[in-house]
């Protein structure tokens, strides 16, 4: 509390002004260790942190401090030109908003380049061109979110050999980490350096209650230490789904669905509270076996009681206009079609009754995945979590509810014909 007071006290005896300034120019002694630059002789400098970890101001700082040591042609590499511009530039901690007033850089437009008055350039690059790296040479790079390009691979290999200027020519990237090929072979790479920094450390810069949010919704799974922590997270061995086959089933859905489910994986009991009900809400269009399904939302929650995951059943059911409501009933049996009569006595219930294991229920849904025949409309990151740990020998021990109702969803509105699952409509 002292040490609190001293800084106020300075504070008020210098002004905002002031103190602002001497914050902005005395990076090295404010930042975290993992902000700063590692010592030694490398090329490439890895810094992967959680969501508003400060990889931001990481970067732009890096930026500054080689312009200061002499760099003159520096390339910014962002998802897409407008991240560069937004985040890179003219975010809070962007270029253009740091260091004295006069020796900040003029952006211009028409070149996508920054000037600073000492002469240094940078040049702004989408990684949805790679091709327009070729040609450029430069001293000194900065990518922005790698593991969010289209094609980090491909848009490093052309980057690498425009870095051929001057005496030490460097790259630093900043990520939020994904389990994706070229991130594994940037970190393998023997001269690359890596530091990393999750979310909580830079709680003082963020919104009050933020790190609390996240925490209360994402806790220690693998999205949240991915996403928090700025862990990359592997997909674990011997699980039916993978990230990468995940990202690749995103699509637009289609204007006219032919039938849409609401479908739900009860907690265990009457009286859970400690488990979540898995609701997941998908439609089907197409014909034959170019039939596709739709994933439109994963209302799953938890702890949820009897009236409360009914409620969240109806609503949904009211809100995607659906066809019908499917119900797991191997747990609750009849008390399951009750309580959702008690909170919509015209729901047009389903039940139905597993017969074989979970996993052995999955596969074929798996399946279809890999087919290309699953299509997701949106992102469910809580239920693509439990997704990628599902069938792995050391996944998570409590019951996959958002995944049981995803197969119960997908499995009605594809293999039904089947045989798959049993059906019994109420």
Known sequence: MGNEGGVDAFIQAIGIAEAKRIAEDEWDSTARPAQLPPEGDWRVWLFMGGRGAG?????????????????????????????????????????????????RPAYESSRRRLVWPCGAVAYVFSAEDCDSLRGPQFDTAWADEFAAWPDPQGVLDTLR??????????????????????????IAAPDTVMTNSGSAENIAHLAPGFIAAMQAAYGASRLGRQELDGELIEDPPGALWTRDQIEQ??????????????????????????????????????????????????????PASPSAWAGQVAEAFECFEADAVIAEANQGGEMVASVLRAAAPDL??????????????????AALYAAGRVRHAGRFPALEDQMCSFGAPDGPRSSPDRVDALVWAVSALLLKSAGTPRLRAL
């Open 161 to 186: 050999p425009a870095l051929r200027l001057g005496d030490d020519p460097r790259l630093m990237v900043t990520t939020t980490p994904r389990p994706i090929p070229a991130l594994k072979r940037l």
């Open 249 to 302: 089933a995103f699509a637009s859905i289609p204007g006219d669905l032919d039938r849409i489910l609401v479908a739900v994986d009860p907690p265990a009991t009457s009286n859970a509270r400690s488990d979540e009900c898995g609701i997941v809400v998908a439609g089907v269009a197409g014909e034959g076996n170019s039939r596709i399904a739709f994933v439109l939302a994963d209302k799953s929650f938890g």
């Open 348 to 365: 047009p219930v389903t039940l139905v009754r597993a017969s074989r294991g979970k996993r052995t229920r999955a596969e074929p849904v």
């Open 55 to 103: 990889k931001t101001r990481a970067g732009a700082e890096w930026i500054r401090s080689r312009i200061a040591a002499g760099a003159r042609r520096i390339a910014l590499i962002a998802p897409a030109l407008n991240d560069a511009r937004e985040v890179m530039i003219d975010g809070a901690s962007g270029l253009s908003r740091l260091g004295p007033a006069d020796d």
